[in-house]
């Protein structure tokens, strides 16, 4: 019995075979189900880039001009497929530029796995060329990072980096490998996926006394509220949370990394959270009695100021990781748990209403928002466009069917705003860092991890400037990515924040851009840049008709604001109009 | 919340790395550890950390969990100084003829609890076991007879629940997956705790 148990659960053991490092590695990422790899080759990783040059026809690896596009690739790959974004870099100057996008990803819980190359065993702590503390310098930025320096480690770890970087709460690794274990040959004996680490408890065991309390307390409560977050899509819980929403039948908001895990034109999806969110689920949510959280982490910039944030509100919060319940709200009952599970016990515990009167009061502040700022931004009479505009035209020929790729800054509000998201991972932004220069190389790694879908990346002036050069990523791959310019002539974020908090002194936000469209034809990318509103409809349509990548500078109103804003420090509803 | 210290006691795998990852947490919140003590546990290839610092509770039941959060780490307990048994060590070297001309040693040892570890011609090696108080108060017994050197362990603690934490590690070591044992059940359970 427990011999033929052995042979059930163990995969077939192969036969060992004598192979390098690198050949393992590779090998490992196979079975893996990675299909797309990102990276830029180099010194200490030239014994992997050698047993790639083998596996072309299962591994399509994407040469990126840096690193960072490297990693913002990974994480756009990550977060339109579902699976683990996979990096390549070497040591040194490679690994280092990886940082801005661990750290992105470790904020936005992104699953990824990160190759990095480094000098050989017996250089380390030399000096060497090329060498630096890898390890040590994305420990605070990696969910679990790990130096090889032995191949026959390789499996082991490989096998563990995949399974820790998507179990749980996701997250980044880091893998640095030491040259000499990249070309020393070992007995490998077939590949092991992992699915246990003695140490690690990827997720809580759920507790039925808090699912029920929870449902007792939003069984009774008049005005409850909820509010969700990328959990809800990192845990493929979509459906789990429709179903919750609509037979509770109460108010749904989401975070930005939430956006679209619930369709923008659900009648329950009642908008934004934050300090460019909504004006209902803002002020509501110090009105609300029972607030219901799920797989967010009420990041400062969705609560302001946390002794006035929803004091009145019984707070239940469904969450994977434990170190996120009471973190920053106190929790009344605490769901640990992967939302996927505990969506649906609570589903069948909650009773079925309509709650007419507290939807009404949110039809009543969308309406005063809409008379207030969105009116005004979607159908301007100012003679220069407005960034809401071309969100709305754009959505006109998306249907709300296309994936939206956004930088860091004004056009990420507006976009994420305004956008129609009918899909679950439609909208991929940099939320907990704000990285800027995320949005071009998250859009080509967005494209490879859902080549059947319309990419379109919309980015300022300023961040499209941080990563240019992967224009050229664009150019030797063939990706079909469309690229929005909302050119404003200003780093128009912190321009609108010296505007109303430092008296418009305008420090160093007046920013000159170059010729974008001839910078895109420079890497043979067509485009074309308008400034009048009549070439809007035309110019957007020829972009996405356009049989591979095409850039669109629009030229935008210059000092234009996002509204509504919880000003830093205030309540959320002490959310100003204007 | 008012700041005190408090034991945290942390179960890890024996990772090289693993320190770090656990310093920066305090250290990324500008809160600095007072003592640490890091060896192996009683469970094979398992280590102790025992850390001590001086914060609210609010602040250091967010450390643990964070703490905790770590893949190499298995369980992370916290307890106030009332609720655990301490000890730190302490070794004094002087001059041994000073020591025999000027000091009852006999007085020395018995009123100090101190014990001679090394006794030689031109230097003799005492050490104590205690808090920091009684540490303290050997120090400045010596010192004016020419304290030549003097070091001081970190804290080792164990709590006085009389289960003790070796059972729940081996619980948590049966059980797959076990239970997460969230908040500190020993803080509140004054009939399980006795003082000595």
């Not at chain 1, 997250?171 to 030491?178: Q, R």
């Not at chain 1, 009145?312 to 319940?325: G, R, T, Y």
């Not at chain 2, 050490?127 to 120090?139: F, K, S």
Request: net charge negative.
């Amino acid at each position: 019995m427990e011999v033929a148990q052995e042979i059930l659960t163990k995969p077939i053991a192969k036969k060992a075979v004598e192979v390098s490092g690198s050949v393992a590695l590779l090998e490992a990422l196979i079975t893996e189900g990675v299909d797309t790899i990102f990276g830029y080759p180099g010194g200490a990783i030239m014994p992997i880039y050698d047993a790639l040059f083998d596996y072309n026809d299962k591994l399509n690896h994407i040469l990126v001009r840096h690193e960072q596009g490297g990693i913002h690739a990974g994480q756009g790959y990550a977060r339109t497929s579902g699976k683990v974004g996979v990096v390549f870099a070497t040591s040194g100057p490679g690994a280092t530029n990886l940082v801005t996008g661990l750290a992105d990803a470790q904020i936005d819980s992104t699953p990824l796995v990160c190759i990095t190359g480094q000098v050989f065993a017996h250089l380390l702590g030399t000096d060497a060329f090329q060498e630096t503390d890898v390890i040590n310098i994305t420990t605070p930025v990696t969910k679990w990072n790990y130096q090889v320096t032995d191949a026959n480690e390789i499996p082991e770890v490989i096998a563990k980096a995949f399974y820790i970087a998507k179990s749980g709460r996701p997250g980044p690794v880091l893998i640095d490998i030491t040259k000499n274990a990249q070309i020393q040959k070992f007995n490998f004996e077939g590949y092991k996926p992992c699915n246990h680490i003695r140490s690690y408890r990827p997720k809580p065991i759920v507790r039925p006394q808090y699912i029920k309390e929870a449902a007792e307390l939003i069984n009774q409560a008049k005005k409850p509220f909820i509010i969700w977050g990328q959990g809800v899509i990192l845990g493929s819980a979509e459906q789990e949370f429709k179903a919750f929403v609509e037979k509770s039948g109460i108010p749904a908001a989401w975070t930005i990394l939430g956006a679209g895990a619930l369709p923008t034109d659900h009648p329950l999806n009642v908008g934004m959270l934050g300090m460019h969110g909504n004006y209902g689920p803002n002020v509501l949510t110090n009105e609300c009695d029972v607030l219901i959280a799920i797989g967010m982490r009420f990041d400062d910039r969705v609560t302001g100021r946390l002794d006035k944030y929803a004091k009145q509100a019984k707070v239940i919060h469904l969450d994977i990781d434990p170190a996120e319940i009471d973190k920053n709200v106190k929790s009344t009952v605490p769901v640990w748990g992967d939302c996927k599970e505990t969506l649906p016990l609570l589903t069948e515990l909650v009773e079925r209403k309509t709650l007419t009167e507290w939807h009404d009061k949110f039809k009543e502040y969308t309406q005063n928002e809409f008379d207030a700022v969105i009116f005004d931004e979607l159908n301007p009479v100012t003679e220069e466009m407005t960034m809401g505009e071309v969100i709305k035209q754009l959505n006109l020929l998306t249907n709300g069917d296309a994936v939206i790729v956004t930088d860091v800054g004004q056009h990420q509000m507006v976009a994420c705003r305004y956008a129609k998201l009918n899909k679950t991972r439609s909208n991929i932004t940099s939320g907990g860092l704000g990285t800027m220069g995320f949005a071009l190389p998250a859009a080509i790694g967005a494209k490879f991890g859902a080549q059947e879908r319309d990419v379109v990346a919309i980015i300022g002036d300023g961040g499209f400037q941080m990563t240019l050069q992967e224009l050229g990523t664009i150019m030797q791959s063939g990706v079909d990515i469309k690229i929005i310019i909302l050119n404003n002539r200003f780093l128009g974020m912190v321009r609108q924040w010296q505007e109303l908090f430092n008296e418009r002194r305008y420090s160093f936000v007046d920013i000159q851009s170059p010729d974008f469209v001839a910078v895109a034809a420079a890497y043979r990318i067509p485009g074309r840049c308008i400034a009048d509103r009549a070439d809007l409809p035309g110019a957007l349509k020829e972009m996405m008709d356009n049989k591979g990548s095409y850039l669109l500078e629009v030229m935008v109103t210059k000092e234009n604001n996002v509204f509504p804003m919880v000003p830093q420090g205030c309540s959320v509803s002490e959310i100003r109009l204007k | 919340m008012e700041k005190q210290e408090f034991n945290i006691t942390v179960y890890t795998e024996n990772q090289i790395g693993l320190l770090n990852r656990i310093a920066i947490i305090f250290t990324r919140r500008k809160i600095n550890i007072d003592s640490l003590n890091t060896s192996p546990s009683e469970v094979e290839s398992i280590h102790r950390f025992n850390i001590v610092i001086n914060e609210s509770e609010d602040v250091v039941r967010k450390l643990c969990r964070q703490i905790e959060k770590q893949v190499e780490v298995l369980k992370v307990y916290y307890h106030t100084n009332e609720d655990v048994i301490w000890q730190e060590m302490a070794l004094y070297k002087v001059s041994t003829d000073v020591i025999a001309e000027k000091v009852s040693v006999e007085r020395l040892l018995r009123e100090n609890g101190a014990r001679v570890v090394v006794l030689r011609k031109d230097y003799t090696v005492f050490e104590t076991t205690g808090h920091r108080e009684e540490t303290d108060n050997l120090i400045s017994i010596l010192q004016p007879y020419g304290l030549i050197e003097f070091v001081r362990s970190a804290r080792v603690a164990i709590i006085k629940d009389s289960e003790g934490f070796n059972s729940k590690l081996r619980e948590f070591e049966r059980l797959e997956p076990g239970e997460d044992v969230i908040e500190n059940e020993f803080l509140n359970k004054g009939d399980k705790v006795f003082t000595m």
